[in-house]
């Protein structure tokens, strides 16, 4: 919250111009469900697109910062279990990706009509979205010695698979083949599934969304506490 221009504002209106431009240049032209504009489409896209994105922001920076700063020893000195440990990074990346998803929300609001088929969806999808994007920063902010090796992990990784994952599109409007690779991104049942929360309509059965990517996140939260216990590259 001390630098919430950075971690909240920024991303807020980045996804505000992405809404602008693109539902500006298309609302005419496209129509994803019927009676739903293209703009309202949009919307819980760009909220799952910022919630991820600021999720692994936020572990993964945490982390770097601490191992380069040489203050991470001070907290691997700590009487806390690596389970607790992982718990923190992940639980505070969460906070941060729902704050900027609800900051991003609220101001969509005044150019969207908000649509609302089911809130626990939107909830279970958002939680794990945070919580897997918050763990991917903790594998990726162990693994990273440099900011550099760090950038690349986001924009070779995260970045593609967030923008392939059907934020701007459905991937019904996709050639086969690349609908067969999309099935493949754990971040298209993410944003699939918390768009079915808004419309009551998905690509994909929300259960089977919601199965995958607690499976995707359970792989993940196990390999980052193994990391975690046993001190890969943060005990030299």
């Known amino acids: 919250m001390k630098v919430a221009t950075q971690t909240i504002t920024a991303p807020i209106v980045t996804a505000l111009l992405y809404l602008l431009i693109f539902g500006h240049a298309l609302e005419?032209?496209?129509?994803?469900?019927?009676g739903v504009g293209y703009t309202t489409f949009l919307v819980p896209g760009l909220v799952m697109m910022s919630l991820l994105q600021n999720s692994f922001a936020n572990s993964s920076s945490s982390l770097i910062q601490s191992k380069?700063?040489?203050?991470?020893?001070?907290?691997?000195?700590?009487?806390?279990?690596?389970?607790?440990?992982?718990l923190a990074y992940m639980l505070a990346a969460v906070v941060r990706g729902l704050i900027v998803a609800t900051g991003v929300f609220i101001i969509t609001v005044w150019f969207a009509q908000p649509l609302l088929h089911s809130l626990i969806?939107?909830?279970?999808?958002?939680?794990?979205?945070?919580?897997?994007?918050?763990?991917m920063g903790i594998?990726?902010?162990i693994w990273a010695d440099k900011y550099d090796?760090?950038?690349?992990?986001?924009?070779?990784?995260i970045m593609p698979a967030t923008f392939l994952s059907?934020?701007?599109?459905?991937?019904?409007?996709?050639?086969?083949?690349?609908?067969?690779?999309?099935?493949?991104?754990?971040?298209?049942?993410?944003?699939?599934g918390f768009r079915y929360g808004f419309f009551g309509h998905s690509d994909v059965n929300p259960w089977t969304s919601f199965c995958i990517v607690?499976?995707?996140?359970?792989?993940?939260?196990?390999?980052a506490v193994h990391l975690l216990q046993k001190g890969y590259k943060l005990r030299f």
Request: proline letters at 4%.
């Open 68 to 86: 380069i700063n040489g203050s991470l020893v001070f907290i691997l000195l700590a009487p806390i279990s690596h389970w607790q440990l992982y």
């Open 214 to 223: 607690s499976i995707f996140f359970l792989l993940l939260a196990l390999l």
């Open 121 to 135: 969806w939107i909830l279970f999808f958002a939680f794990l979205g945070s919580a897997i994007l918050g763990t």
């Open 139 to 141: 594998i990726a902010g």
């Open 166 to 192: 059907g934020v701007f599109y459905t991937i019904h409007s996709l050639p086969a083949f690349w609908q067969r690779v999309s099935e493949f991104n754990p971040f298209f049942y993410l944003v699939d």
């Open 28 to 34: 005419d032209y496209v129509q994803i469900y019927p």
């Open 149 to 157: 090796q760090l950038a690349s992990f986001q924009n070779f990784l």
